[in-house]
């Protein structure tokens, strides 16, 4: 029955709960340090695990080796949302759709893909992701929307470690999605929820597609009997396209951009920032509930 709840994203298939645990946990308890709050337990925070649902049987087969042939039409749709936004974010060495196709001559043909993919390996926010990894981290985000059984199996799996004991839920990446689905599916009065370099403001492949749906107005649900969320972004990162969330959710939504150095997306050093400590500890602390 933890208190704390924090779910991971995409590309940790080769991983699970402890070795998340394990890096997770002193990232946190880092974060509630520089915000001067009364630590927690280690056994309150709990890192439920779904990545092995991406994990295919003969793992180290070629079967793995994702190429460019093997994107389907909201892959693509996402990875040109990724390639505008890397070349907004480093305009000095990634070229934007339009530079790229002037550079090579070519038209808008099925070679966008092949060329978004060479425009990224120039960015230094993808250096160390190779072009089979970075697919199969699209294909896991647009599989949680299109395979119904596989998101059930997700939310049962979240949903089942958010009790009336919970306090805080924090949801990193997909994480986040996965979090605020879980959210809106379970009555207990959770105190606040904590959303770090999260993509739920991509409209069309993401915010569109959340359950509950957004209005007709374009405004997406409040997740749950949440008491508080907060958004924390950095403005280097290109998958928390939306920086900012409660134009989409509310004005209830906290936004707060921080600063993660070189890898503005890496799970860890959101964790460690005094902006998720001080957030944390707002809710582990508050009286009432």
């Not at 134009?247 to 070189?262: C, E, M, Q, T, Y």
Request: some cysteine.
């Amino acid at each position: 029955m933890a208190k704390i709840v924090a779910i991971h994203g995409v590309g940790q298939q080769f991983k699970g709960d402890a070795v998340i645990h394990r890096e997770w946990w002193p990232a946190f308890l880092s974060g509630l340090h520089l915000s001067g709050c009364v630590p927690v337990n280690e056994g309150d925070f709990d890192c439920p695990f779904y990545g092995h649902l991406f994990r295919r049987l003969g793992t180290l087969s070629l079967s793995e080796q994702w190429q460019a042939k093997d994107l389907e039409e909201d892959e693509v749709a996402l990875l040109q949302v990724i390639w505008s936004a890397t070349a907004e974010a480093e305009p000095d060495v990634v070229p934007s759709l339009a530079e790229f196709a002037a550079e090579t001559g070519l038209a808008r043909t099925p070679q966008i893909v092949q060329r978004a993919l060479s425009a990224l390996a120039r960015s230094r926010f993808w250096a160390n992701v190779s072009q089979s990894l970075l697919i199969g981290d699209l294909k896991q985000v647009t599989r949680y929307f299109s395979d119904v059984g596989l998101r059930n199996k997700i939310l049962d799996i979240v949903c089942d470690k958010i009790t009336s004991e919970t306090r805080l839920v924090v949801g990193h990446s997909l994480g986040s999605v996965v979090a605020y689905e879980a959210l809106s599916r379970k009555p207990e009065e959770v105190v606040s929820f904590i959303s770090i370099g999260s993509p739920l403001g991509i409209r069309n492949l993401i915010f569109d597609k959340l359950a509950p749906t957004p209005s007709a107005g374009g405004i997406g649900v409040w997740p749950g009997r949440i008491k508080s969320w907060t958004n924390i972004a950095d403005k280097g990162d290109v998958v928390a396209l939306q920086k900012r969330l409660a134009p989409l959710f509310g004005d209830r939504v906290k936004d707060i951009l921080v600063s993660n150095g070189s890898d503005p997306h890496h799970g860890e050093r959101y964790l460690t920032t005094r902006e998720v400590g001080e957030a944390a500890c707002e809710a582990l602390w508050t009286k009432g509930f």
